[in-house]
């Protein structure tokens, strides 16, 4: 069973950065399209960003620009690189593959507030 463990999270001023992390318990990353989502209180939770097998990326409008997702196959993890945060991104983030979701991580916080 894959477990997917979600850190970095924090609280941030607007226009602030943060790196979100994700670990697995196995080989997942290097075989599978990988995601990060987030869902905020009272919405569905909605993919913002993912990487394919292949490396190649996207993002979702509301993040272009200032987000962008890495992934190192060696150390078995993926990141999250989030800059000029705004209040609206204010949610909890959870990694994941695109498809036939794996069991969800506890999520990591992000709150952006001054």
């Known amino acids: 069973q894959v477990q997917l463990v979600e850190s970095g999270g924090g609280l941030v001023q607007p226009g602030g950065s943060l790196r979100l992390s994700c670990a697995a318990s196995g080989s997942v990353f290097s075989a599978n399209a990988m995601g990060w989502y987030r869902q905020a209180p009272g919405k569905q939770r909605e993919l913002v960003a993912y990487?394919?097998?292949?490396?190649?990326?996207n993002d979702a409008d509301s993040v272009k620009g200032r987000f962008t997702i890495y992934r190192d196959n060696a150390k078995n993890t993926m990141s999250l690189q989030m800059n000029s945060l705004k209040p609206e991104d204010t949610a909890v983030y959870y990694c994941?593959?695109?498809?036939?979701?794996?069991?969800w991580g506890q999520g990591t916080q992000v709150t952006v507030s001054s």
């Open positions: 990487i394919t097998s292949g490396g190649r990326t």
């Open positions: 994941n593959r695109l498809s036939g979701w794996y069991p």
